[in-house]
């Protein structure tokens, strides 16, 4: 069983619960543009293994920006992949 912690949406991740956690999801933001600054971050102090990174629809349902499939799994794959639709 895998247990995954969450950022809060704010791109911090409690060290407390990461301890004791499998993964993290790095931000609620799902846009694949988006994510390189957030995964930069995150794998600066984080292995790859612990971030959840998911692919999700388009247009992306927060900032309603639309990029091609392939680059939103290129992105994605940076991390622990996830695959998501609403």
């Known amino acids: 069983m895998w247990i995954e912690t969450c950022?809060?949406?704010?791109g911090r991740i409690d060290h407390g619960i990461l301890a004791r956690t499998d993964?993290?999801?790095?931000?609620?933001?799902?846009?694949?543009v988006d994510r390189l600054a957030i995964q930069r971050g995150f794998s600066q102090t984080h292995p790859a293994w612990g971030m959840s990174a998911w692919v999700t629809d388009a247009p992306n349902q927060l900032t309603r920006r639309t990029v091609p499939l392939?680059?939103?799994f290129h992105v994605a794959?940076?991390?622990?992949?996830?695959i998501g639709a609403s």
């Open 77 to 82: 794959m940076a991390g622990l992949l996830g």
């Open 23 to 32: 993964q993290a999801w790095a931000s609620d933001d799902t846009d694949a």
């Open 7 to 10: 950022s809060d949406g704010g």
């Open 70 to 72: 392939r680059f939103r």
